[in-house]
């Protein structure tokens, strides 16, 4: 497989329902898998999850021993409208990742804007390049 292809096969994802073999909702409603990409750097790595109509209030990003969880809800759009059309399902969002011992907990950072989740998880300072001086 060309390098190429393989890199747009990993690119492309849709909106995946959670399915009930991996685990049960405790919230009622659709829940999904929202698509995050995953970026790294010697000083850190990005996570940027798509959450769209999820608002800062209703996002909720928990962190225990080894995993991080992004759990998201999406209200349901005013009861005065009428849908005519529609190709987004309204529902929940839902995403673990399992992190090494090589992210400093202490220093994650989270923001939230039109939809977009940006997480930094910074790389602990052990394991962050250095250069080593020469001494005579």
């Known amino acids: 497989m060309s390098k190429n292809k393989e890199k747009s096969e990993l690119a492309l994802r849709e909106k995946d329902e959670i399915k009930r073999n991996e685990g049960e909702h405790i919230r009622p409603g659709i829940r ?3 698509r995050v990409d995953i970026y790294e750097t010697e000083q850190a790595i990005s996570l940027i999850a798509d959450l769209p109509g999820v608002a800062e209030e209703d ?5 225990d021993d080894r995993s991080l969880t992004i759990t998201g809800q999406v209200k349901e759009p005013d009861s005065h409208r009428h849908s005519v059309y529609t190709e987004y399902g309204i529902g929940g969002f839902n995403r673990s990742f399992k992190l090494g011992d090589s992210i400093d907990r202490s220093k994650i950072n989270a923001s939230l804007k039109d939809g977009v989740l940006t997480l930094i998880l910074p790389k602990a300072d052990r394991l962050k390049p250095r250069k080593i001086e020469i001494t005579s």
């Open 32 to 34: 999904y898998s929202p």
């Open 59 to 63: 996002l909720d990003i928990d962190l």
